[in-house]
């Protein structure tokens, strides 16, 4: 060590800059984890905002936790190959497996409670890829941006009524939805619901064109308006028994899917606001399920409907939607999946 | 002053900056789209995946090239103990850069998660789902990449120490390009 000591001053100096370096690269870690900004929308703080007062139910679904499993097939007539190169629109048979379900946080909510009803959806091309989406009842979503559904929740959460007002003062795009929830009818049936992805996405046809589009499945079956108060007397766990009986008796349940083509200018990038009716429609297959299983042992259970997970023809928009959604579903998926033990499978299927 | 067998061999020298370049790139992005739900996530993630994979590749080669080659040997002043605490470093280093990439593809894979990289490239699945081992992986894959950052910032440190106060020639074996050290060799 012939040199130690021999240069104290740039000795000094470069235990400074050493200093420097790790005190700069362990602050600029912690600044890009989030650590030095609190009010960073985060996953974690959409996870709390879902949960309900008493805390949330472990192992399930942060949100739309209560649900039942169904698996089918996607029939694809050929009629989306003109709009994306997506194997899955090319006509044929595809398997799907999906989740019935209803937009709560508490998995033993009472069905005539919750006016949100959803489904998720898989469905498996050839080639191993895949198609997930998440779609609910609603013709349009509540608010125009996450952070705004964020507010929702924390405004929705809150005893003061206040809240609510000063919360659709500032994102009047709510009462589009309040307005449905209020008007539109009930049904007594997952099979008699319209669901629609609300979400804009990009496909990507053969020839290289793009066009924006949203997707719907509407329902086959023949649908009677029933009065909340009807559907409350039928019992608590009414749609999950109706659905299984049904299939049981009536046979497989359809849906078409429809996907609506945007006009130049339509907004994409905001799922609060409707498109035009008259806009372009193209009808590219039936979804059709034709078996029930409970959602503790079913096969849905542990599929995250993450709907950023696209086949190769279709990709996201500036819609900042799926994005929020795939980190949020991802942490659910994380914890749920963690707590498994606080919902244990009754030992049917695999551990 | 010739000293080609006290450095790493050319290729060793480049795939270690690179791979470096990487691995931090990899470290921030990955604590910074696990906390943000704005759009950015879905590119950041893809990114994420595809580089870790690839880094997957890297260190496979490296690994061979650094059995082939070996490695110059330390300063021959240095106590032992630094001496053994470099090797064990070393050690965990190549330890994080082989774990850190298989940890992250398995823990998409027992999540069922479809792994597809940028340029469509499509990773099959080598585990069926479990939520144990998802979350086993995942707990594993969040914990180890603080570790790998701790480490990370302690062999930089340990770098600059060689570089600007012991001026030893350790940080001038593994430099992009050749080095002239102001002071004479300690020896
Ligand atoms: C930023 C806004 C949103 C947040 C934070 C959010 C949050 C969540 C969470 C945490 C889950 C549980 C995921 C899991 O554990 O697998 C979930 C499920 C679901 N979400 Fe959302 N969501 C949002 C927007 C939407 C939108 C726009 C739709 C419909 C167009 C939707 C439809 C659904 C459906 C149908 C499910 C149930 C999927 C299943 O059966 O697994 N969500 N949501
Ligand atoms: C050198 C290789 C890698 C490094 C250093 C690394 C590092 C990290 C770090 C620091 C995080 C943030 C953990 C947290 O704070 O929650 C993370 C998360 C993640 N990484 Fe990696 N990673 C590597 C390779 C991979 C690979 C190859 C994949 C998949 C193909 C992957 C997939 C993920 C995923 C999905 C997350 C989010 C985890 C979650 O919270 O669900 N990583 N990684």
Request: aromatic share 8%; hydrophobic share 45%; glycine share 8%.
């Amino acid at each position: 060590m012939t040199q130690s000591g021999n240069l104290p001053r740039s000795r000094v100096g470069s235990l400074v800059l050493i200093a420097a370096v790790l005190g700069g690269g362990a602050t600029a870690f912690a600044y890009t984890a989030g650590w030095l900004s609190p009010g960073r929308l985060t996953p974690e703080r959409m996870i709390a905002a879902l949960a309900p007062p008493a805390g949330p139910s472990l192992g399930h679904r942060r949100n739309h936790a209560k649900g039942i499993c169904f698996t089918g097939v996607f029939e694809a007539n050929g009629n989306g190959v003109e709009l994306s190169s997506a194997k899955v629109f090319e006509r044929g048979t595809y398997p799907a497996l999906g989740r019935f379900n209803l937009g709560t946080a508490d998995p033993n909510a009472v069905d005539a409670t919750v006016r949100v009803r959803g489904l998720g959806l898989q469905i498996a091309a050839a080639d191993g890829e895949e198609w997930r989406m998440a779609l609910i009842n609603p013709p349009v979503f509540a608010v125009s941006t996450p952070q705004a559904f964020h507010d929702l929740l924390i405004a929705s959460g809150k005893k003061d009524p206040e809240a609510m007002k000063i919360f659709i003062q500032a994102n009047p795009e709510f009462t589009a939805f309040a307005t449905w929830a209020k008007t539109a009818p009930w049904t007594a049936s997952y099979a008699e619901e319209p669901y629609h992805g609300l979400d804009s996405f990009i496909f990507t046809d053969a020839k290289g064109g793009e066009h924006a589009v949203r997707w719907s499945l509407l329902p086959m079956a023949q649908v009677t308006p029933i009065s909340e108060a009807e559907l409350e007397e039928r019992g608590p766990d009414f749609l999950e028994q109706e659905i299984a009986e049904r299939i049981r008796i009536a046979g497989p349940q359809r849906w078409i899917m429809v996907t609506t083509v945007a006009d130049p200018g339509d907004p994409t990038a905001d799922p609060s606001k409707a498109w035009p009716e008259s806009r372009r429609k193209v009808e590219v297959g039936t979804l059709v399920v034709q078996r029930i299983e409970p959602e503790q042992d079913g096969p849905c259970r542990d599929i995250n409907f993450d709907p950023t997970v696209l086949p190769k023809g279709i990709r996201v928009s500036d819609d900042p939607f799926p994005a929020a959604r795939s980190s949020v579903y991802r942490k659910s998926y994380d914890l749920r999946a963690a707590e498994a033990r606080d919902y244990p499978r009754t030992g049917m299927a695999k551990p | 002053m010739r000293d080609a067998p006290h450095r790493f061999a050319a290729i060793q020298r480049l795939l270690h900056w690179l791979m470096a370049a990487c691995i931090i790139a990899m470290l921030f992005i990955g604590v910074g789209m696990v906390s943000t739900v704005m759009p950015d996530y879905l590119p950041l993630i893809r990114i994420h995946e595809t580089l870790g994979v690839a880094l997957l590749v890297l260190v496979v080669i490296r690994l061979a090239l650094r059995l082939h080659y070996g490695a110059p040997p330390l300063p021959a002043d240095l106590p032992p103990g630094i001496k053994l605490g470099a090797r064990l470093s070393h050690l965990a280093l190549y330890g994080f850069m082989v774990v850190m990439p298989l940890l992250g593809l398995g823990m998409l894979w027992a999540a069922a998660y479809p792994v597809v990289l940028y340029g469509g490239i499509h990773i099959p699945a080598f585990l069926p789902q479990s939520d144990r081992g998802h979350t086993l992986l995942w707990n594993a894959h969040v914990y180890l990449g603080l570790a790998f950052f701790a480490l990370v910032l302690l062999h930089l440190a340990a770098a600059l120490f060689h570089a600007l106060i012991r001026r030893d020639g350790v940080f001038r074996s593994i430099a992009l390009f050749p080095l002239h050290d102001k002071t004479t060799p300690a020896e």
